[in-house]
């Protein structure tokens, strides 16, 4: 949420024209009422804040659905779906074998999921409503999805060699680590 104020930089430039922050109703009266409070961020923002519709159209017939994930303060998963692709973007909620979201984003062609904890930080992971990497993988496998790349990684490593990756695909073979301007064809 507090990335929204980053945006405001962001749309200052020619290159983006008009801009809509879709988002639950209670978030985008919460996010007017405290982060553009006075007291905080007196600049009204340049984007629309608008609610999230159920589905939404996308270009090329696409259509964009959504779903509830577990996090502290909630938070939302999607998925879109074109007539010859789909893909889900799912973060910061716990990846869990039971999770509710796994038929949500069954046999999409790309996953891109948060992978923030290593295996051994499970009780921190829980805490924060975040994912370790096993069950990322593992979630990946049972979805039956097509490709993960993984995001939210977290940020004090030093290098992306310290995540094991090489764990992660003895449970899912199709794991990629996201990098910053990643473009991925699927
Ligand atoms: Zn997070």
């Known amino acids: ?27 985008i ?11 905080l961020f007196p600049v009204p923002p340049a984007f ?25 303060g909630g938070s ?21 074998p039971n999770a509710d979201y796994i038929e949500k984003i069954r046999g999409v062609d790309l996953l891109v999921h948060e992978a923030n904890f290593a295996d051994d930080a499970q009780e921190m992971a829980i805490l924060t409503g975040h994912s370790w990497l096993s069950n990322v993988a593992q979630v990946a496998a049972d979805a039956e999805v097509g490709r993960l790349v993984l995001v939210h990684l977290n940020a ?22 996201g990098t910053d301007r990643m473009e991925i064809e699927f």
Do not use: C
Request: hydrophobic content about 40%; aromatic content about 6%; proline content about 5%.
């Open 76 to 96: 939302v998963g999607y998925r879109l779906d074109w007539p010859d692709r789909s893909m889900a973007y799912v973060s910061d909620t716990t990846a869990l």
């Open 29 to 39: 009266a919460a996010v007017k009422q405290h982060l553009f409070d006075d007291a």
């Open 156 to 177: 004090q490593l030093k290098s992306d060699t310290e995540l094991d990756i090489a764990g992660m695909r003895r449970i899912f073979k199709h794991t990629e680590i």
């Open 48 to 72: 629309q804040l608008k609610p999230l519709e159920q589905s939404h159209a996308l270009g090329g017939g696409g259509t964009l659905t959504h779903f509830p994930l577990h996090h502290p």
């Open 1 to 27: 949420v507090i990335g929204l104020t980053y945006l405001i930089d962001m749309i200052s430039g020619d290159e983006l024209g008009n801009v809509a922050v879709h988002g639950e109703p209670a978030k």
